[in-house]
């Protein structure tokens, strides 16, 4: 069997190459393998990402280099922090590709919205990187992010790179000595952002209150519901459509999402979690 092949099935080991701590519990892994690696990886979608002897958890690719592979893991749990906790040169187990992509190219000619909320912007990056690699087939784009407060913003370096190109705002919900930004949620954000709402594509991840809230504002705003995309979020177990765990009403996440249009989400983001 070729890795292509069993990569839905068996972990495969990558070595951590690289790994930065983006905040004080966020942490970029770049992983390499040493022989034939999985799949190309597309925006929006994720790997089942294993600490050998903890667990294994779905986590978005936030970003690709040839074969390599970076993510952005924040530590919420026994797995999230072993995954945090590695070293340059140990092993973690590696499945995937998993789920659909943002459509990046649905957009071309189109203005462009991209709104994150805090490690909603992970998954969202390989998007402006999209964005950015094929400037002037788009329209106005605008990057809206908010964090919970300054300390917590992800990515400062690439922020000043996208905005040199694009238009970059930033809002945190709680500022901090020496922060002169905005102050106040995401969706303060949209009014100001500058794109055509009757002729924009939006892209929005992060939690589902925010995303629940940032969709019906541009709705209200005049975007059309279908070019509303938002990335759902649910527990999972085999990442491939087997074992039902990420059922949310007739979709399996894993499958049928992550990445979902605004009229396939709206009735299902009220439903919680079991
Ligand atoms: C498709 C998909 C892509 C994802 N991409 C990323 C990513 O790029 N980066 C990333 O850091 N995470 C991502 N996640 C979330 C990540 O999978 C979870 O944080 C992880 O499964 C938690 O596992 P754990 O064992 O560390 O914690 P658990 O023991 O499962 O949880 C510990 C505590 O954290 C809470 N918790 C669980 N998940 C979350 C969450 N997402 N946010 C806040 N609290 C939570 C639990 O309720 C519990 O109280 C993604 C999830 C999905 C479904
Ligand atoms: S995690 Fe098994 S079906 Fe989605």
Do not use: N
């Amino acid at each position: 069997m070729t890795a292509a092949t069993i990569s839905g099935v068996i972990p495969l080991p990558y070595r951590v190459a690289g790994r930065r701590e983006d905040t004080a519990d966020t942490v970029t892994l770049e992983l390499d393998r040493d022989g034939e690696g999985l799949p190309e990886f597309g925006p929006g979608q994720f790997a089942m990402l294993t600490a050998y002897g903890i667990g294994e958890v779905p986590i978005s690719v936030s970003g690709s280099r040839g074969t390599r592979l970076i993510h952005t893991i924040r530590a919420v749990g026994a797995v999230t922090r072993a995954l945090c906790a590695t070293r340059s040169g140990d092993v973690i187990g590696v499945r995937g590709p998993f789920g659909t992509r943002w459509d990046v190219g649905a957009a071309a000619g189109h203005d462009v919205l991209v709104v994150a909320g805090g490690i909603g912007l992970a998954p969202l990056r390989p998007v402006v990187e999209c964005l950015l690699a094929d400037r002037r087939a788009y329209g106005h784009v605008a990057v809206l992010i908010g964090a919970r407060r300054p300390g917590e913003l992800l990515y400062p370096g690439d922020l000043r790179r996208w905005a040199a190109h694009v238009r970059v705002d930033v809002i945190v919900d709680r500022a901090e000595p020496g922060w002169r930004g905005r102050v106040g949620l995401v969706t303060g954000l949209i009014p100001a952002a500058g794109v055509d709402a009757g002729r924009a594509v939006a892209y929005v991840c992060g939690p589902e209150v925010m995303m629940r809230a940032t969709a019906r504002a541009l709705v209200d705003r005049g975007v059309q519901a279908e070019r509303v995309w938002l990335s759902l979020e649910r527990a999972m177990r085999c990442g491939a459509g087997w074992c039902g765990h990420c059922q949310l009403g007739p979709l399996l996440i894993c499958r049928d999402g992550p990445v979902v249009g605004y009229p396939v989400a709206e009735p299902l983001l009220t439903v919680r979690e079991l």
